[in-house]
């Protein structure tokens, strides 16, 4: 047997384990496995010395393929991903994490120990696999796992999603309502001159803001436009939304409805030489 039958044994197996309730995937994943294997040639009678042979081969190109992932993910440009360096919670930049590995990147779920080097080696916000394990796990169903072996890999799931982007909102409400300073010891007219420019402020934001569409219909009216003629990241969606048409996005915000477009068949994406992903009509 191959590396490449082995790989896909190991899928199959995760994809049983997941059809049954939580408690009893890993004992689903540990028979399917079982299974799996005695249908293949590998599962034939073999000298012992071969058998921890095979097995080794199996210890190295599972390792090998978890530091592919880490090494892709390090690749990131964190400066792009301001939500992940603003979250205050282990928790939430976890799933910041996840949600980014998923929709730019295409690997779909990750074990503590990825996420705590990521988080710590390309974010610069240390912290540990035992800390990202326990946050994760009272996650509820933001994530799914499920057990590969001796280890667990976190999917984030539609909640984790919708979680990530009510934070969001409810942090950019907290920000537009919170004073830019402390109003204890002022003097009413300097109460009344911050009331009044803090009140023009607001109708001026108001204004660009009105009338916002969401985020997938903005990308939609671009690239019917014809936006998307050529590869456009994601950086330079959000400069023609917020210079040409006043309407500011989050990259959070724009993500999701980049992927929808891509499942709709509406653009397709590449990546580039620096290693983002380029979205273009089809």
Partial sequence: MN???????????????????????EAAYNRAFDFLLKQSDFGNAQPANQRT????????EIKSESKDEVATLMQIDRTAYPEVLNASSFLD??????????????????????IAKVLTDNFR????????????????????SVSVGKGTIYRIMARGESYLDNET??????AKHTPSSRANGKSARTKKVQKIESTNTQESTSKKQRGRPGPKAAL???????????????????????????????????????????????????????????????
């Fill in 3 to 25: 590396g490449t039958d082995l790989q896909r044994i190991t899928k199959e197996a995760e994809r049983v384990a997941m059809s049954v309730d939580k408690s009893l995937r």
């Fill in 53 to 60: 042979s095979k097995s080794s081969s199996k210890a190295v």
């Fill in 93 to 114: 930049r976890s799933l910041h994490l996840l949600r980014i590995a998923n929709n730019e990147y295409q690997i779909d779920g990750l074990k503590a120990s990825q």
């Fill in 125 to 144: 916000l240390g912290t540990t696999r035992q800390a990202v394990a326990k946050a994760i796990d009272s996650a509820g169903d933001k994530v799914n």
């Fill in 169 to 174: 909102e409810q942090e950019s409400k907290q």
């Fill in 220 to 282: 939609t009216a671009l690239e019917a436009e014809g936006f998307f003629k050529t590869p456009k990241t994601i950086s330079s969606i959000q400069t023609e939304l917020e210079l040409n048409q006043g309407y500011r996005y989050k990259s959070t915000e724009l993500s999701p409805a980049l992927v929808r477009m891509l499942r709709d068949k509406l653009i397709s994406r590449e990546k580039n030489s620096e290693g983002q992903y380029e979205y273009k009509s089809r």
